[in-house]
């Protein structure tokens, strides 16, 4: 259809480990910038021709702060009339930015609009971050559960729904595998722009870290060779627990960005859509067992689109933990030859 939304092109950092991988060194501007510019480009459109860019930021402070998103836009190159905001939700902070970047042109307020997202864990989340009041009195008196980590929401999922290690630990396995082999098999080289940059490497004796520059072409946290036997042999982050490094994703640094329109607007340019936006539903949980918000509002998307489990050909799930895509999937009943893109894993978050 003519009003359909259309993602046209897509680009995206390789995703970085956090702390002491490849973007550990890299600002919040410089990685988006990069993924929004490559965006632009493989669009085939001229850089003032684009109304907005929302980038999504799970931690918008410092690196990452003093709306990144209208940094990323003068980093990627775009003229200073392109405005920029910042939309936060947490994990699903690139999903909402795009959400709202279809939105704009549904409602008429932009024709072009590029949306994605960006975190720097590496530069952010670490000794300097802002803790300060971090706490509201009320809320740790009578719902301290919403500041609980994520990882002990992933236990509270596991011990209240009878999700063992060793299910975790297989998925985990099967995931890290079917990664390596997508990546093997050059599935996800297209989707990426290579980035030359800073890196600081760790002094083993202690002396300070030696910058080096370097190219990133691929994702970082890939482990070919994974076995759950493998996992099996990890020690739990919480005593007595379940969740180890091994069936939960690492912390990562990166950043993608995809150009929207009309679906007419890309027939008239000659472009091939990639996708179409179809909906979008939020939902909440209780806040002990973060992550399993899929089983509330994919119902409400479906009923909302008139469509069934069974109608949709590939599902994703954020998958920060094996123990809260299990509980999904299941819960759903998501049929598991459909569920996970090429490449995607208990790999970064």
Known sequence: MSDDIVIVSTARTPIGKAYRGAFNNTHGATLGGHAVEHAVRRAGIEPAEVDDLIMGCGRPEGTAGENIARQAALRAGLPVEVPGVTVN???????????????????????????????????????????HMEQDPWLARHQPEIFLPMIDTAEVIARRYG??????????????????QARAAGRMRDEIAPMRVSHLAADPHGAPPVETEMLVAEDEGVRPGTTSEKLAALKSVREGGCITAGNASQLSDGASACVLMRAAAARARGLRPLGRFRGFAVAGCRPDEMGIGPVQAVPRLLARAGLAIGDIGLWELNEAFAVQVIYCRDRLGLPDERKGAPGACVMWW
């Open 163 to 180: 999700i063992s290690r060793q299910r975790q630990d297989e998925y985990a396995a099967r995931s890290q595998q079917r990664a390596a």
């Open 89 to 131: 939700r947490l994990c699903s902070s690139g999903l909402q930015a795009i959400a709202m970047g279809a939105q704009s042109i549904l409602c008429g307020s932009a024709d072009i609009v590029v949306a994605g997202g960006l975190d720097s864990i590496s530069c952010v989340q670490n000794e300097h971050m802002n803790h």
